[in-house]
């Protein structure tokens, strides 16, 4: 017997995300979160590096433009020292 995971456990067993989390809302909130988290402990050159990016995606990815995924958000959140309960709190807040 199957049950289906809710966008926070989605994060801990490597579900795709899109699938479950495709609210702008969501996306929104991870950006917001992303922005404030980030400016407290690095510079947006160091989050890119970190996750293999570039600042401009970063800075995109910080004011919600639509075409930065999911994942990249959370891989972001991660970076900046965000745990997999504060990720799955924000999206359950947004959703």
């Known amino acids: ?9 989605s994060i801990i067993v490597g579900l795709p995300l899109e699938k479950h989390c495709s609210s702008p809302n969501i996306k929104l909130a991870l950006s917001q979160s992303l922005k404030a988290r980030r400016q407290k402990v690095m510079t947006q050159v160091e989050l890119a590096e970190k996750i293999y990016s570039s600042q401009p995606r970063v800075a995109k990815a910080e004011n ?19 745990t997999l309960q504060e990720i799955g709190k924000v999206i359950a807040e947004a959703g």
Do not use: F, Y
């Open 64 to 82: 919600g433009d639509a075409s930065v995924s999911i994942e990249l958000l959370i891989r972001a959140m991660l970076a900046t020292g965000a």
């Open 1 to 9: 017997m199957t049950r289906e995971t809710n966008p926070s456990e």
